[in-house]
């Protein structure tokens, strides 16, 4: 029993490896970032500058809503709630931060935060706030993930609807808890008078957290969802990710072959609120602000829209449904008012039309693959 | 004491009104086991559709009432005409073109639907007219506030049906997540064509008096006033009309059926789809007269139709037929006073600005508790 324990824990690589496995993945998505950062930026101006950032920090949403909803076949509602609780989380850190460290919490971030031409270089590469930024992202990824911990305990007991309505609640606490927090502090005086531990309940009330120094650029966005995009993919082609889609096929039978399938989801919900949490920082770095309010769970609707209509569980659909749906509300915008509502009926007629989803449960390349081979003949075996 | 009553009263007034709202949500969860989010945007819709009616029949001080904008009509005479025509088509040459052309095409054009629409949209009409009616003469007024509840739920019912018929009733095979954003469509689609000039548009309003509002009665210095008596009586006797219709009409009977075992109940001879669609216009009638009745307690908190706070109001009111047990119809009721009371003692006896957080905790414990809700049964998932 020991021995054969022992043997199959020799056929994946050890953890360490994760790293030099991946090297070519992450050179590759850095390399994409920078590109993106020093020539299409500039070129394209701020407008459209902005949505490339939305479709980023979205892709990061959905991809990880894609994780829970899609690849472990359970059902939250409560992605924005992980997103909201990231976002002031890395939001307080950078702001606070920087009043401690700098005494003001105007920008400090290196060349790949400035947004603007006239942004100061004031702290090296990443001596700065760029490395506060990221410490702050990955800080909320963190406690999110911890949230998620909690939020994915009750999937011991719940399934399907019940559990999505537990997640919507728990989005909705998140959300009244952070809106029922004490004025955000804004003299650097205070703020240094004051001991640490107040201020984290010193978010900003019903006002929302302002002021948050800007560093989310393309840079990041890219980084970030090419991250988020890297990890799922891996996740899906592991053992972990074949368990995982094991219980959304049929949770009896994985639990029958020896997945065991609360680990699991509560592992999923994990990994998902994580990287939600990151995104959540992204947004806030973004907009200079971030509000509870505004990230009610109509916004976690938009995401499981996104996984839905992408396909359950395909990565690649999933990322084209966010970048159609964040690129469509800006087209509809020359129609103003009538554009939430174009959007409403497009999304009914889809599920009309297309109930599976863009991909359904394939990923693009797979569905490109058979075209290929009709069209080239069959240079791969089938 | 005075607050305690005080609380008491209001938790029970507005309770009744969550219960309302939320023996819509469990009745579409019994038969069709999906949660229908637009229905909080039906509640919405009975609010609006009120301040409008009344509006029309003549209850502003300003000027004279404006009646249906020519757009309506327009839309009106089009599928009146429209309907009986494709009904004829549908009656007459269908079946020779099946014949000849194989089952390619369709059995129906839903002539049927188009001309019961039609004539539910004329009936609503004539009721407007009879609002502007006994608003003008000064021996019937009191009854403009009984005519104008009832157009509410009668245009709520027509919405919910010409809901269930295009949206959901092409998904009824469809993976229940499918049907769950098609009602995130649907709720998306109301709030924002809701918000449009031509129909409610962005502003807040504030609902004319329909009554007096004194207080009847004084207990232990708590007023009870004559709109929350009003109020009650109707949530409670609707609820009543409710209970009777499914549990002692041939109708009811169907209905149960229906959720204990679709299948079985058409094999028996049940027409599901006609259930479906009936279960569907009460909910909305009900929510409809619960929006009604929220203008009326509450005549300044008609926001707009995409208002958020809108939003909170239905999902406290799902919660409601959660905790009662999704799915029984006595424990959505009793689920909206639970909420109501829960509400408004937290608001009033802990701190008031976690109110929304007393629901959803008692929603989470429930449901790690006792998940299939107080009343509901608990289903085992057999393999």
Known sequence: MLRMKARSLELSPPAWTILPRNLLALVVILAIAIMMHAWVRPAVGNYYNRVMMDVGINIV?????????????????????????????????????????????????????????????????????????????????????????????????????????????????????????????????????????????????????????????????????????LVAYRLKQSSMGRALLSIREDEVAAEAMGVKTTRMKVLAFVIAAFFAGMGGGLYAHQLGQINAGELGFMKSFDFVIMVVLGGMGSISGATLAAIVLTVLPELLRGVAEYRMIVYALLLIVMMLVRPQGLFGVREAWELIRPLTRRMFGSGAKA | MTKFLQTLMDGISIGSLYALIALGYTMVYGILRFINFAHSD???????????????????????????????????????????????????????????????????????????????????????????????????????????????????????????????????????????????????????????KFLFGTQPQKMPELMENKPLAVVAGVAINRVDVIGAGTAVALMFALEWLVFHTRLGRAMQAVSYNTRVASLMGIDVDRVISFTFVLGSALAAAAGFLFVMKLPGALRQPADTGWVLLGLKAFVAAVVGGIGNIRGAMLGGLFIGLLEYFGVAYLRPELRDVYVFVLLIIVLLVRPSGLLGKATVEKV
């Open chain 1, 61 to 229: 949403l959905a991809v990880s809503l894609t994780i829970v909803n899609g690849f472990t076949g359970q059902f939250s509602i409560g992605h924005a709630g992980f997103m909201t609780l990231g976002g002031y989380v890395a939001a307080a850190t950078t702001y606070y931060g920087s009043q401690l460290l700098w005494s003001k919490a105007a920008f400090f971030g290196g060349t790949l935060s400035s947004n603007t031409a006239e942004s100061v270089f004031s702290a090296g590469l990443l001596g700065g706030g760029d490395l506060l930024f990221v410490a702050g992202c990955v800080l909320g990824g963190c406690i999110a993930a911890g949230a998620g911990y909690v939020v994915g305990l009750p999937s011991l007991r719940l399934r399907g609807d019940y559990l999505a309505i537990v997640t919507l609640g728990f989005g909705e606490i998140i959300r009244v808890l952070l809106q029922a927090s004490g004025p955000q502090v804004t003299r650097t005086a205070d703020i240094a008078a004051k001991n640490p531990f107040e201020l984290t309940t010193a978010l900003g009330g019903a006002l929302g957290f302002t002021r948050v120094p800007i560093y989310t650029t393309q840079f990041w966005t890219i980084l970030f969802g090419g991250v988020t995009l």
């Open chain 2, 42 to 196: 039906i509640f919405v819709l009975g609010a609006w559709l009120s301040f409008s009616v009344a509006l029309c029949a003549g209850w502003t001080a300003s000027g004279a009432p404006l009646l249906f904008p020519t757009w309506l009509w327009t839309v009106l005479i089009v599928v009146s005409v429209l309907g009986p025509l494709l009904y004829v088509v549908e009656r007459t040459a269908l079946p020779a073109l099946r014949s000849s052309l194989g089952p390619r095409v369709p059995h129906a054009l839903a002539g049927g639907f188009v001309v019961t629409a039609a004539v539910w949209a004329w009936v609503l009409v004539g009721l407007v007219f009879l609002a502007r009616a006994t608003t003008a003469s000064a021996s019937f007024r009191p009854l403009t506030g009984v005519v104008i509840l009832v157009i509410a739920m009668g245009g709520c019912g027509l919405a919910g049906y010409l809901i269930e018929r295009l949206a959901y009733k092409p998904l009824r095979a469809a993976p229940r997540l499918n049907v769950l954003i098609t009602a995130i469509g649907i709720s998306l689609f109301l709030q924002n064509s809701g918000q449009l």
